[in-house]
């Protein structure tokens, strides 16, 4: 009889641990833990520009979360553009050239445009300024910088899509 209590007293014990372990929810994001977030967007024209410039990207401690959109659009000469974190290294560069031979009628009118894209994210980014470097040659066009700071708590783990959503005005 008082082995038949003692099993069931473990019973009822291993029944209690269990049930609080299924009541405990995932940790979720309160307001003291919410996300920050910092966009900005810079615009250069180029007209026959041969000379390079420069953005600055200015990164605190404050922000885990580094993402970069790059646009091109070229309708003559060429562009390099590179990524420099603060200590000078290359993170990241593409290449646009708007070098076609069109052959055309005497009547006709052409223009050709090119177009180029990059969009790079990095967790952890290193606090300094990173340089969006932009080389052209002979460049007519133009080049998008749009860039977004974030701190997220759960920076560390969550895809981009994930942490995009999670900071969009009312999580839209």
């Known amino acids: 009889m008082e082995k038949k209590i003692r099993i069931i007293s473990l019973m009822i014990i291993l029944l209690m641990i269990s049930s609080i372990g299924l009541a405990q929810e995932a940790p979720k994001v309160n307001s003291s833990q919410g996300f920050s977030k910092l ?11 041969s000379k390079i410039s420069e953005v600055q990207v200015s990164i605190s401690d404050e922000f885990n979360f580094l993402s970069l959109q790059i646009e091109c659009t070229l309708t003559a000469g060429e562009l390099l553009v590179e990524i420099l974190n603060p200590k000078g290294e290359i993170k990241g ?29 990095f967790r952890n980014p290193k606090v300094g300024d990173w340089i969006v470097r932009v080389k052209p040659k002979n460049a007519t066009g133009t080049v998008k910088i749009s860039s977004n ?24």
């Open 93 to 121: 560069n593409y290449t646009v050239i708007n070098n076609s031979v069109i052959t055309k009628g005497k009547n006709t009118e052409s223009k050709e445009t090119v177009n180029g894209q990059m969009d790079k994210r």
């Open 149 to 172: 700071l974030i701190f997220h708590p759960k920076a560390d783990y969550m895809e981009w899509e994930q942490i995009r959503r999670d900071t969009r005005p009312n999580n839209k």
């Open 39 to 49: 966009e900005r967007s810079n615009s250069l024209l180029f007209k026959n520009e």
